[in-house]
């Protein structure tokens, strides 16, 4: 089955633990992308990353490292995770030729 | 400034009638545009997508149209059913270098009424 994996769906942590979301696509999709959902404001897109060993900055990157290893994986780094990072977050893949991305189930972070 | 906007945060329609969902865009340089639907504790999954080159596109019961002069477009659903009850958000995609990078508006909660 076609899709797009986060781990975990539901975390708390505090202000500063360092903390990774992960994310796995089975489509063999070039792009991948996280973004973060929050009340009125939509998905905002955090860092995306067009292939391997290449990524690039969002419109909401502060306070997010990412990773592209492989072509798989895509995780989510919060070094010093802070409150306003209390956020669901998305991560999502798609073909390079195509925008219908895919999107997996969400991660709902809060940080206290 | 949000580029892509949906005005109406919430909808409510009776079964068998129209929904019409609206979103309007500032940045002239989008030329693909899509409708994403999500229910709770879901991702959102893709539903229907319109090229810039045309003003409307038919899948089933969902149709979308796109008037570029007023930088405005609405996805219909004809007839609406309680499963359609979710929240939708229209997205936005300019082809650049940068690869596709998907503009997202606020969301429209739909809730279709028995």
């Known amino acids: 089955e076609a899709q797009v994996t986060q781990n975990p769906r539901y975390l708390i942590t505090v202000t500063g633990k360092k903390l990774t979301v992960t994310c796995s696509q089975n489509m063999n999709h070039e792009y991948m992308s996280w973004y973060r959902q929050d009340p009125g404001l939509g998905l905002r897109q955090i860092y995306y990353?067009?292939?391997?060993?290449?990524?690039d900055k969002g419109d909401v990157p502060e306070g997010y490292k990412v990773s592209r290893k492989e072509k798989r994986n895509f995780p989510l780094i919060l070094e010093s995770p802070s409150p306003n990072q209390t956020s669901l977050y998305f991560c999502?893949?798609?073909?390079?030729?195509?925008?219908?991305?895919?999107f997996g189930q969400g991660t709902r972070l809060t940080v206290v | 400034d949000q580029q892509v906007k949906q005005n109406s945060p919430s909808l409510s329609v009776q079964e068998g009638r129209i929904s019409i969902l609206n979103c309007d865009y500032t940045?002239?340089?989008?030329?693909?545009f899509l409708w994403y639907k999500k229910y709770p504790a879901e991702g959102p999954t893709f539903l229907i997508s319109i090229s810039s080159i045309k003003d409307k596109n038919e899948d089933g019961r969902f149709t979308v149209f796109l008037n570029k002069s007023a930088k405005h477009l609405s996805l219909h659903i004809v007839p609406s059913q309680p499963g359609d009850s979710a929240v939708y958000f229209c997205?936005?995609?300019?082809?650049?270098?940068?690869?596709?990078?998907?503009?997202f508006g606020g969301g429209t909660r739909l809730m279709v009424k028995p």
């Open positions: 997205a936005a995609s300019a082809r650049n270098n940068a690869g596709n990078m998907l503009t």
């Open positions: 990353s067009m292939n391997v060993e290449v990524t």
């Open positions: 999502a893949s798609s073909l390079w030729d195509r925008t219908e991305a895919f």
């Open positions: 940045n002239s340089m989008f030329d693909y």
